[in-house]
Nanobody, 116 residues
Framework: QVQLVESGGGLVQPGGSLRLSCAAS????????VGWYRQAPGKQRELVAE???????NYADSVKGRFTISTDNAWNTVYLQMNTLKPDDTAVYYC??????????WGQGTQVTVSS
């Protein structure tokens, strides 16, 4: 059974930082494109950042220069480092894994709230 588990969300002041983690069981991240998505109340789920099996990365324009997606050396965990957070970054953040044969698989989400 495939399971993605996110962690690291919380409440942070504008300008602050958080690091989200996504750990997988049942799949090997190194064979998947892994992405972070977010969904704010009343809005559609949107792609924030993704990392491919060739280690290339893509970012939403709204987070370029502030967020960084990365993996540990063994591709056991995928991280999303979020800096210079803004109130507009407030959302539930989800981890996603997909390849041509499998998925998409989703985590349960972690809440990020940016507020003073």
């Amino acid at each position: 059974q495939v399971q993605l588990v996110e962690s690291g969300g919380g409440l942070v002041q504008p300008g602050g930082s958080l690091r989200l983690s996504c750990a997988a069981s049942g799949i090997d991240f190194s064979f998947f494109t892994v992405g972070w998505y977010r969904q704010a109340p009343g809005k559609q789920r949107e792609l924030v950042a993704e990392i491919t099996i060739s280690d290339s990365t893509n970012y939403a324009d709204s987070v370029k220069g502030r967020f960084t997606i990365s993996t540990d050396n063994a591709w056991n965990t995928v991280y999303l480092q979020m800096n210079t957070l803004k109130p507009d970054d407030t959302a539930v953040y989800y981890c996603n894994a997909v390849n041509r044969r499998n998925g998409p698989y989703w985590g349960q989400g972690t809440q990020v709230t940016v507020s003073s």
